[in-house]
């Protein structure tokens, strides 16, 4: 079994830089979220992992391949990139969409096989109905779940999910959810996933790793890293950690009266320098 492995890696985004010597390490059977405040650079850093955009300084690593842009369909084999956003500008059915995560294999005709196990991971996320709907037509927490069955069709050994219940109701937050820690325990997979729900995060996730200022601030299991005050800083506003029955954080905003938190702005404010540095 490989580890994923990000050593030294330099992001520039325009005139942004969201990775600063970044190194990090993933490994099979693991789930880890990526949090940290909008514009941290959590998609870059999945796009960078893809082979999307191209790092400025770094390397990435998996087992034995290196990341290239010049194997990067070979590189993508293992991959199962599930970006932000789901619009899809094409006249398909919900199940040719799927079935596209079988792309490289797909000839002339669909084979039952493949055919069959697409149907059934729509069945096990509750989308089999939608079937033979045009994709256009589907509300986007269906089309969300839909792009996640083409993902887990490819088979792959690393999952990169890029906020993928940002449009999901509770109930299919968690099943899919617990579709991808099951997926991950079983197949041993490499997961990371961009979260913004911390307390769902602190459910799911092995390890978390905070990003903030072009930097991880923060790496380790959901109980060391989701400290009030360290979110509470990074964020800018203050937070409160409560537990569920269960003993995992759970991670609140608390709305302060309206002077109390232009106060509380007016500090932050003079606090921060400069969120976003250059590289
Ligand atoms: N194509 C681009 N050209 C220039 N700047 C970009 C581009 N894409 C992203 N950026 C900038 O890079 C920074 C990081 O963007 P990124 O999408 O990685 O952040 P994020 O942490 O995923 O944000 P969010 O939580 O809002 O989705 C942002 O400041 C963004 O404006």
């Known amino acids: 079994m490989s580890s994923l492995d990000i050593l030294n890696a330099t992001i520039l985004r325009g005139a942004t830089c969201t990775a600063q010597g970044i190194s990090l390490r993933f490994e099979p059977g693991h789930i880890y979220a990526i949090l940290g405040p909008n514009g941290t650079g959590k998609s870059s850093l999945l796009k960078a ?5 191209e790092m400025q300084a770094g390397e990435v690593h998996y087992g034995e391949r290196q990341l290239s842009r010049r194997q990067l369909k070979a590189w993508r084999e293992n991959i199962g990139y599930m970006p932000q956003g789901n619009e899809l500008d094409a006249c398909l059915t919900t199940l040719e969409v799927v079935l596209l995560g079988h792309l490289d294999a797909l000839h002339m005709h669909v084979g039952d096989d493949v055919l069959e196990q697409a149907l059934m991971l729509m069945q096990r996320v509750g989308i089999q109905h939608l079937a ?25 050994k690393i999952l990169l999910l890029d906020e993928p219940v940002s449009a999901l109701d509770m109930h299919h937050q968690l099943s899919l959810l617990e579709h991808v820690y099951t997926e991950t325990r079983q197949r041993q997979l490499i997961t990371i996933t961009v979260l913004h729900d911390l307390s769902l995060a ?44 269960s003993g995992m954080p759970v991670i609140r905003p608390v709305r302060q009266t309206h002077s109390a938190s232009i106060e509380y702005a007016q500090l932050k404010h003079s606090q921060l320098n400069n969120s976003q540095s250059l590289c």
Do not use: M, N, W
Not at 49 to 53: S, T, V
Not at 215 to 226: N, R
């Open 49 to 53: 992992i893809f082979g999307e955009i």
């Open 132 to 156: 033979h709907r045009d994709i256009q037509s589907l509300s986007g927490g269906q089309r969300q779940l839909a792009l996640f069955c083409q993902v887990l069709l490819r088979e792959p």
């Open 202 to 245: 602190a459910q799911f996730a092995d390890r978390v790793i905070l990003l903030g200022e072009a930097s991880v601030k923060a790496e380790g299991t959901p109980h060391d890293v989701l400290q009030p005050a360290l979110l509470s800083e990074l964020y800018q506003v203050p937070v409160e950690r409560l537990h569920d029955s």
